[in-house]
């Protein structure tokens, strides 16, 4: 079975002592629960693992049980892992969490714990709320290149198509099944059960069409005006922000806000719609990839979402950051920041753009230390996705 590289990092941080509980926190089969199970099996302490996601009423009695059946075998064996998965689901999940573990350390009781959520936003609500300083969140990212060609066998243009969901490798043979898994399977349950279930939304279809409008233009800027013209909707701005903020927390589409130096950015400047996986917007094209590769501007826009996805994985949990930058008709792909250095990336693809390169005017102004051209005569596509992001700011 292939381990991803994360197993190593929090079996270190379980065989430290019991400091912290560890929450593994991102969007939905991204093996999430299998990197859990791996660390099981790993472990030479007695472990149990439990799922909200099978409890009858999610309510804190079940997991008030779950914990005592932890606290039974670390008394009995000399220390345990609990591992809780789609904690989330439980009301008030973090205040009965803090209650809990605080009577541990009060009768030393080595139980360690490991949390799983599906959505790192809604986590982290709970977290902060209730858990300050007691625990350390570990994000589970989506599948990156390297891990689907190690895991799977994927190709670079299989994978610019079909992403980074290993539960749905098996089925890219089938490009139906494949996109209806995508389509019921992750957005649908992504939408319905982890967000509109679990945070208020007031125009969940608001929500549902801002989704496909990120896809739809993901690699493109748009502002927010714009975007509720194309909604048809009388939504205002602040709400449409807020539902870019709520699925990029469940791992589907972010919003890069304009880069401007040091100066303070507004959240209301247009963002550049990013798609988080590259299946998300494949599974809804009516293409197979043999086909998509033919659309010269349509495979250029999702080489450029690639790209894009794979910063913005790759910079989670960390203190990189990721803007655009756009002047009149010049614009800059990507801008990398972490403290004083910035890196400038321009992407070379097949998509005819409305824009020109910027790179030279952008260097004017921000005197970047590092300016990448991807693609074309500069680095080329697998090996930008193929090493860690960090890697172009160093």
Known sequence: ????????????????????????????????????????????????????????????????????????????????????????????????????????????????????????????????????????????????????????????????????????????????????????????????????????????????????LGCDYSGQMLSYQKMVGQLQDVGNTTTLAHYLDLLEGAGMVAGLQKFAGQSVRSRASSPKLQVLNTALLSAQSPFDLATAMEQRDWWGRLVESTIGAHILNGIVGTDMECFYWREGSLEVDFVLRRGDRVTAIEVKSSRAKETLPGMEAFARTFNPQRKLLIGGQGISIEEFLSKPVETWLD
């Open 1 to 212: 079975m292939f381990k991803r590289p994360l197993l190593t990092s929090i079996l270190k941080r379980l065989r430290e002592s019991r400091r912290f509980i560890q929450v593994l926190a991102g969007p939905r089969q991204v093996g999430k629960t299998t990197l859990a199970q791996q660390a099981m099996d790993e472990l030479t302490v007695p472990c149990h693992y439990a799922s909200a996601e099978d409890a009858a009423t999610g309510n804190t009695v079940w997991l008030e049980q779950q914990w005592d059946i932890g606290r039974i075998r670390a008394r009995h064996e000399g220390g345990a892992l609990l591992v809780l998965d789609e904690i989330q689901k439980v009301q008030r999940w973090s205040e009965t969490v803090k209650r809990l573990w605080e009577e541990d350390s009060r009768t030393e009781v080595d139980l360690k714990v490991i949390m799983l959520g599906s959505s790192q936003l809604l986590l982290a609500n709970g977290l902060t709320e209730s858990l300050a300083g007691r625990f350390e969140i570990i994000p589970v990212r989506h599948w990156s290149y390297t891990e689907m060609k190690a895991a799977f066998g994927l190709s670079l243009e299989q994978f610019l198509f079909f992403g980074g969901y290993p539960g749905a490798a098996s089925l890219i043979d089938d490009r139906q099944r494949w996109g209806r898994y995508i389509i019921d399977s992750l957005i649908e349950s992504t939408i319905s059960r982890d967000i509109l279930m679990m945070t208020r939304v007031d125009k969940p279809a608001l929500l549902r069409r801002l989704f496909k």
